[in-house]
């Protein structure tokens, strides 16, 4: 059972706010509503992005993608990890995906302003009011780099740090903004979801106001969640990863009415998933049975984070189904889901 609790809790310090209309009347909020489906069917590309080792980097996965098109390319920021456990992050870009296997990956630990340090986990978007692209990613606690060119891997700034923006042992840290406030997502991978805020004149500082907004069972609520706002619409639509009752990722889905609008189960079951492996065909073969830690592709790339629910694509991560063992060490790729029972 899902619980949804709107009652501030004083584990950390940020800010939120209500979500903005974006000028949409209620019809047009209404019919927009309703092309998000009560349930979703996804047709699957095979492996898209796969570890591209050298003798720098003994990568053996490639996971946790973020995505955004710009200046007529995709940009990919993803996850990385090595033969030691280590994880750091890696960019690649290419055209048309057609291209995304071949093209190659640069791993940021090149840009001296990162390192070697512990990065993973990343979210990249353009902060209009600022002008700056943002890199969001965990170092321990969340963090961001900034630059004006994002097909630069070598222009991040060094990181730093949300202050008070979310609390101990939370992870996959996610940040959207409407017309007045900025918020930050995180989860703890103990079925709970919290929410901090901000305005949008205070960010990246400002973080308050940390709030215990969604809550259920340990791998019921896991993490790698992610929130968009649905185009022409106040509505709003998270996704949240969770692990079956056979050990596979997949995931759920809710709506709410604003970005502090209760959460309302929307494709939440593992018979009614937002993407699991028992709603995704694989024209290529069946090259994985999780569906895990991923993203949305945008209609822009601004901090609103906004989707077309008429063409929804979905680059995630995968794996060879008979593949265990160490976390650090799964051989986890990335392909691209789209679905194909659009209402639109």
Same mark, same amino acid.
């Given at each position: 059972?899902?619980? *949804? ?5 004083? &584990? ?26 009560? #349930?979703?069917? %996804? ?17 053996? #996965? ?34 048309? %995906? ?8 640069? @791993? ?19 902060? +209009? $009011?600022?002008? *700056? ?8 606690? /969340? ?9 630069? /891997?070598?222009?991040?700034?060094? /990181?730093?740090?949300?202050? !008070?923006? +979310? ?16 918020? &930050? ?64 990722? @997949? ?13 309302? $189960?929307? +494709? ?12 995704? #065909?694989?024209? +290529? ?10 993203? &949305? ?10 989707? !077309? $629910?008429?063409? &929804? ?7 060879? $189904? ?14 691209? *889901? ?7």
């Amino acid at each position: 059972m899902v619980f *949804l609790l709107g009652l501030a809790m004083s &584990l950390f310090a940020l800010p939120l706010g209500p979500a903005a209309a974006q000028g949409a009347s209620a019809p047009a909020t209404e019919r927009a509503t309703a092309q998000l489906p009560g #349930s979703f069917q %996804w047709s699957s590309s095979g492996e898209l992005i796969a570890p591209k080792p050298d003798a720098s980097h003994p990568v053996v #996965s490639v996971k946790d993608p973020t995505v955004i098109q710009a200046g007529g390319k995709w940009h990919v920021f993803m996850t990385t990890a090595n033969t030691a456990g280590a994880w750091s992050m890696a960019y690649t870009s290419f055209t048309d %995906w057609s291209q995304a296997s071949s093209a190659p990956l640069t @791993y940021l630990d090149t840009n001296p302003n990162i390192g070697t340090r512990y990065a993973a986990a990343p979210q990249v978007f353009y902060f +209009a $009011p600022k002008r *700056l692209w943002y890199l969001v990613y965990q170092t321990g606690p /969340p963090s961001y780099s900034t630059s004006t060119d994002p097909g630069n /891997p070598q222009s991040w700034s060094a /990181p730093k740090t949300f202050d !008070n923006a +979310a609390g101990a042992n939370t992870l996959d840290y996610w940040v959207i903004c409407d017309d007045t406030k900025c918020y &930050l997502f995180s989860s703890d991978d103990n079925g709970h979801l919290f929410r901090s805020e901000t305005t949008v004149g205070e960010f990246p500082g400002g973080f308050r106001n940390t709030q215990l907004v969604l809550q259920d069972s340990k791998f019921a609520l896991f993490e790698g969640e992610a929130v968009y706002r649905v185009q022409g619409t106040n509505t709003y639509l998270l996704m949240m990863e969770a692990i079956g009752s056979d050990g596979r990722r @997949y995931y759920r889905s809710f709506t709410a009415q604003g970005l502090t609008g209760q959460w309302q $189960p929307l +494709a939440a079951t593992e018979s009614n998933p937002f993407a699991r492996s028992n709603n995704v #065909s694989f024209p +290529a073969g069946a090259w994985t049975r999780d569906i895990s830690h991923g993203e &949305l592709i945008r209609t822009g790339n601004d901090q609103t984070m906004t989707i !077309n $629910p008429c063409r &929804l694509q979905f680059l995630y991560q995968g794996m060879n $189904p008979s593949a265990g063992g160490d976390y650090s060490q799964l051989p986890w790729r990335l392909g691209l *889901l789209t679905q194909t029972n659009a209402t639109c």
